[in-house]
Nanobody, 115 residues
Framework: VQLVESGGGLVQPGGSLRLSCAAS????????MSWYRQAPGKERELVVR????????NYADSVKGRFTISRDNAKKTVYLQMNSLKFEDTAVYYC?????????WGRGTQVTVSS
């Protein structure tokens, strides 16, 4: 099982990034997918979750209206479009796959918002 995040980097406030998480080794279309983030000195927090078929999403209040999650089950990939980035969005972003008692995590990608 692998979840590999990509697309992180350094961006100025107000800028955009698109994260990707490519999955392999499990039945991607049967799993809910989530993006989490962890800032230095803080606990890991849920950013957004998308259901297995993509019909349901749940966003943290801090990112509503700025971030959009999507998934392509044919490509076994989940995306996070991040717009209007703020300093406080700086964190390592992780994707997570979950179905029943099965949970898989990626290793994360760093997002740094700085001027």
């Amino acid at each position: 099982v692998q979840l590999v995040e990509s697309g992180g980097g350094l961006v100025q406030p107000g800028g955009s990034l698109r994260l990707s998480c490519a999955a392999s080794g499990f039945t991607f279309s049967s799993y809910a997918m989530s993006w989490y983030r962890q800032a230095p000195g803080k606990e890991r927090e849920l950013v957004v979750r998308i259901s297995s078929a993509g019909g349901s999403t749940n966003y943290a209040d801090s990112v509503k209206g700025r971030f959009t999650i999507s998934r392509d089950n044919a490509k076994k990939t989940v995306y996070l479009q991040m717009n209007s980035l703020k300093f406080e969005d700086t964190a390592v972003y992780y994707c997570k796959a979950n179905r029943s008692t099965y949970t898989y995590w990626g290793r994360g990608t760093q997002v740094t918002v700085s001027s």
